[in-house]
């Protein structure tokens, strides 16, 4: 078994304003076609950050997909022809009135690898200096700071439901062998 798929044709179903949805006839290694339909996303970046009282920098706003307000880390949509480090340096202090003189990469997520290209980029920054917060004009969010051990305890009671999120926080703590003290 090789695992692979072959495009026939490529069908553009919805093109909008920053996703697009496609249906694609594939040629399966069995000799079978088959339609893939999936949503193409200039992928993503999500930033951990910790404040210099070493509160968790989250924020707070609503989400129309799931109809109620989310707990998040800082995140945002990479934009045409940005890297994704960029976009990152860009977005925290977009969202979050924190500059961070670094970022360092932790890894990737596919979000939806079944119906979806988007990949989000994880982020720790630091060396955070206060800035200015700046929204986009439709954007509407509040920061608000938790102990590293509040936001573990939101996302057993269910009140951090966001995968970006959980995976970011739970990866930093590995990573810093943070996880071992929590699980004692």
Known sequence: MK??????EKNMVYNGNFLQVRSDKVFLE???VATREFIEHPGAVCII?????????IVKQYRYPMSQVTYELPAGKIDHDELAIDCAYREFEEETGYKAKKMEYIGQLFMAPAYSTEIIH?????????SAQRLDDQEFLI??????????????????????????????MFLNKKAISYLE
């Open 30 to 32: 069995n000799g079978c």
């Open 122 to 130: 994880l982020y720790v920054a630091s060396q955070l200096e206060k």
């Open 3 to 8: 695992l692979f798929e072959s495009i026939i």
């Open 49 to 57: 950050a910790f404040d210099e009282d070493e509160n968790l920098i």
């Open 143 to 172: 920061v608000e700071k938790v102990k590293l051990d509040a936001a573990l305890k939101m996302i057993f009671e269910d009140k951090i439901p966001d995968v970006k999120t959980q995976v970011a926080i739970f990866r930093y």
